[in-house]
């Protein structure tokens, strides 16, 4: 326990918790947190266990908000016959409370999930298959997002956390599919995921880019098997996004597909593939870069796969993929500008982001991917480890980059954590700094020491990887 949290545990067993302390440690309402840390000491369950939970609320988003709800959670555990809330036994609990609202509130409508919590770093969520049922696969999902929440808090490393809510998702979306076909009595379609999902790399809000492909049964008529399949499509995107009381499953984005917005909802893998042949633009093959299987037939997902691979991978060497690369990161910079948005504190899209490194891979996945194997991934971090062994890219700038790929992702995955938005955005305001900070890790007693190395490693990572995009990428070799 720290000084800061020895301090405010002296005040609270005489009963008067200092508001200063915890307006130090950065609560943005230091008065209503003393309350809540004063109500939280007398709870029967929570009496004996401060040395636990209160270092662990100080150095959490947001410690009042987290001391209330874990007060919250021990009385619902009561009244439920669940028996004492267990934080000595679950000791990431106060951490999640404090830094997660839509999570703390998950928590107390399901008050038995806190068992899930267990253990000084929980157990990940559990491999068995997603229920099949659109109201089971909700609270699967939930409850799979709270275990990896808990580890990313725990201090398990966040490099595994993409991936754990990738599987999550495929598990989800495997059950989604089966549903789907009781509901409409469609045979299955491929389903294939792009984008994040497809290389495994997930947020805690992200979409999940959707494309489907299917072989037409022997003896069906093409147009109504595609309008069959089809109406399978949308019955499975709008279950997955209905808004419940239970929250949603996923926001499913099918724009990647074949004509975009104006083409069919799913084709034939022969269709498809006609389409990329005859029309596949420079940013189809950058998006295909990410294809990866998911559910439904493997034979036809085995079919597409290998149909396209001779469109994104090229043998030759294409010196216009930079090109191409350059002017789009170029253009979606200048359009962001135009529209007013304030692009310099976008993790994703801004100089220096995410896009910078994913950009900068894409386009040396796709200038040289057709005569290099290793290559062909759609995880920006594998890829960038494989540009390294292969001399692509200097070891040392790989790793960089890297490291500083990882930092944007656990930036944007702490923005998302508090309220499941979609936002990329790094906030201006000093107090959301401070809570961003401490959704990250950064446990310094000081709220404005945690804000501060924060700032400086935000400053630094966005240096790094636009240094290496407009060495790589933006320069024209003039």
């Known amino acids: 326990m720290d000084a800061l949290a020895a301090q405010l545990a002296e005040g609270l067993a005489r009963g008067r918790p200092d508001a200063d302390l915890l307006a ?4 943005p309402d230091p008065q209503a947190a003393a309350n809540a840390f004063a109500r939280a000491a007398r709870d029967p369950d929570l009496t004996g266990c401060q040395e636990v939970w209160v270092p662990a609320l100080l150095h959490a988003a947001r410690p009042g908000f987290g001391a209330q709800c874990l007060t919250e959670l021990a009385e619902a555990m009561r009244s439920s016959n669940g028996g004492p809330l267990d934080v000595a036994g679950a000791p990431v609990l106060p951490a999640l409370l404090g830094s997660s609202n839509f999570l703390a509130r998950q928590l107390l409508r399901h008050p038995n999930w806190a068992a899930d919590l267990a253990g000084e770093i929980p157990a990940p969520a559990t491999s068995d298959a997603a229920p099949r049922d659109w109201e089971g696969l909700r609270i699967f999902k939930y409850r799979g997002l709270l275990r990896i929440a808990a580890r990313d808090l725990a201090g398990r490393p966040f490099s595994e956390s993409p991936g754990e809510l990738s599987e999550l998702a495929d598990r989800c979306l495997v059950a989604a599919l089966d549903c789907a076909v009781d509901e409409t009595g469609v045979s299955a379609p491929a389903l294939l995921a792009l984008g994040k999902l497809g290389g495994h790399e997930l947020n805690f809000s992200s979409d999940v880019d959707l494309l489907f492909v299917y072989e037409p049964p022997e003896g069906a008529d093409d147009l109504e098997h595609n309008h069959a399949v089809a109406r399978l499509v949308r019955e499975l995107k709008r279950q997955l996004e209905v808004p419940t009381s239970d929250g949603f499953t996923y926001r499913v984005d099918l724009d990647l597909r074949p004509e975009g917005r104006s083409g069919t909802v799913a084709n034939s893998v022969e269709a498809a593939l006609a389409y990329y042949e005859t029309f596949g633009a420079e940013w189809e093959r950058q998006m295909l870069l990410r294809l990866r299987p998911v559910a439904g037939p493997q034979a036809s997902a085995r079919a597409f796969c290998a149909g396209i691979r001779p469109f994104v991978y090229r043998r030759s060497i294409d010196p216009r993929v930079l090109d191409e690369v350059r002017a789009m990161k170029t253009r979606i910079e200048e359009e962001r500008r135009g529209a007013g948005r304030d692009i310099e504190v976008e993790l994703k899209e801004g100089p220096g982001g995410i896009r910078d ?8 996945q796709l200038f040289v991917g057709g005569r290099e ?15 390294g062994k292969l001399g ?38 000093p107090a959301a700094q401070t809570a961003l900070a401490r959704r990250m890790g950064y446990v310094d007693p000081e709220g404005q020491q945690a804000r501060s ?26």
């Open 24 to 27: 130090r440690a950065g609560d």
């Open 357 to 364: 490194v994913e950009f900068l891979v894409q386009s040396l």
């Open 373 to 387: 194997a290793t290559l062909r991934t759609g995880n920006v971090r594998e890829a960038l480890a494989a540009l």
């Open 392 to 429: 692509l890219l200097p070891e040392d700038t790989a790793a960089a980059l890297s490291a500083a790929y990882l930092w944007l992702r656990r930036a944007e995955h702490a923005l998302q954590l508090s309220e499941e938005q979609q936002t990329a955005r790094f906030p201006r305001e």
């Open 453 to 478: 190395r924060l700032l400086d490693d935000w400053t630094s990572v966005r240096s790094e990887v636009r240094h290496h995009f407009d060495a790589l990428v933006l320069s024209d070799g003039q």
